[in-house]
């Protein structure tokens, strides 16, 4: 196999008479992927909070108040209120409204998550902006450009003094960036997903359009000729795109990312995709990104580090692709997270992946999170009063 490092990079130029059956088979793979996402996400989400009511119902609690406090602990549950309750202690607006006496165990988990004010759907799925093929257009050629310049500014940089310490450029050899396509025709169905996150994990979402886009609000009160019209709209297209090339050259979160992202991966271009939040901290917990990378290789031979086989990861890691890398906001990475590393070679593999979060929490790792959700410095076991019932509880939940 070639080393892609000992020639420029280009794009493959498909076949004549086969480009169109491929981009119809890798549409509706893409189609195909995302439907099976929010199916799989809402199922979890559901199961999730139904198996939580059965736990708590397996405590033989005596009352339906310590009930309705033990289930207030998961995140959005604080939105509910059982209309025996007093209004002016519960402190919340647009609260999820339960009929007085109604049992925990009987509480109808779909109408619940019809109704949670979140703006993070819990299907997972958030409804494309980018809504004709002009606009991903846009949105290729920006990503494009800003990311070509990015593998360019380090091929500059081999003419000064290089910190032998970079971990992030390993080699500065003139590269060319392919487009990524299969990114447009993910923004063709979704604008990103999210994980509600119930469990408060602090997961990050992927949202690699961000808000760039035409909302619903915005065309809820035209007409179809008015629509058209807005989308085609060349003074909002372009400041729509000078939005996404300042948010793809947003200083801070490029330095995350030369910072945080995993250590044993050669990256040439890249942007931070979204951030999970620690609640109690209010600093970042996980990112998300989309980058131009391949596993870094020379050298490993030294220490062994990123020779631990028993690992998933995504299978090509070795060669340069666009990847999907989901990483710990701390400098020692990669991140081991449900089952492998966090880093895949195709956006339906990374949402396949994403949905999976429930197969891979046990009643242990439940209790760890909410240790962690509450600054606890140790990981221990018992379910103890100062854990769950603590000042940041008291004061939350």
């Not at 990104?289 to 890691?317: F, S």
Request: with cysteine; hydrophobic share 35%; charged share 30%.
């Amino acid at each position: 196999m070639t080393d892609a490092k000992d020639k420029k990079m280009s794009p493959t130029t498909p076949m004549a008479g086969s480009a169109s059956a491929s981009d119809t088979n890798a549409d509706e793979t893409m189609r195909l992927a995302i439907a099976r996402f929010r199916n799989r996400m809402a199922t979890a989400n559901q199961k999730f909070l139904q198996d939580r009511i059965n736990e708590i119902e397996g405590k033989g609690l005596a009352t339906e108040e310590e009930k309705r406090r033990q289930f207030r602990q998961y995140k959005w549950m604080d939105y509910l209120q059982w209309d025996d309750e007093d209004s002016e202690t519960c402190g919340r607006r647009d609260r999820i409204r339960i009929p007085q006496q109604t049992p925990v165990k009987d509480l109808h988990i779909p109408a619940v998550l019809n109704a949670l004010p979140s703006y993070d759907p819990t299907d997972g799925v958030v409804l494309p902006l980018l809504r004709t093929e002009q606009w991903r257009q846009m949105y290729l050629d920006t990503v494009q450009r800003v990311c070509q310049r990015q593998a360019d500014a380090i091929v500059a940089e081999n003419d000064e003094e290089i910190d032998v310490a970079c971990n992030f450029h390993k080699d500065h050899r003139s590269m060319t960036i392919p487009r990524c396509d299969e990114l447009a025709l993910f923004l063709k169905y979704a604008q990103g997903v999210v994980d509600v996150d119930f469990r408060r994990s602090g997961i990050a979402p992927f949202i690699p359009a961000w808000s760039i886009g035409v909302t619903n609000e915005e065309l809820d009160r035209l007409d179809e000729g008015q629509r058209c019209d807005k989308l085609a709209d060349p003074e909002l297209l372009k400041r729509e795109q000078e939005g996404l090339q300042r948010e793809l050259e947003h200083e801070l979160s490029n330095d995350s990312l030369k910072a945080c992202v995993d250590e044993d991966l050669e990256v040439r271009a890249g942007f931070i995709t979204g951030i999970g939040c620690n609640q109690l901290y209010e600093c970042p917990e996980w990112y998300s990104a989309y980058v131009y990378c391949r596993l870094w290789t020379e050298g490993d031979e030294d220490d062994g580090k990123y020779k631990d086989e028993d690992i998933q990861d995504a299978t090509n890691i070795r060669d340069w692709g666009w990847r999907v890398v989901v990483f710990h906001a701390e400098i020692v990475n990669p991140s081991v997270l449900y089952g492998r590393k966090a880093r895949f070679n195709s956006i339906p593999e990374f949402l396949d992946w994403y949905a999976s979060w429930l197969d891979h929490l046990d009643a242990r790792g439940l209790l760890s999170l909410r240790r962690h959700a509450v600054g606890c410095e140790t990981d221990c076991e018992s379910d103890c009063e100062d854990h769950v019932t603590g000042p940041y509880y008291a004061e939350n939940f």
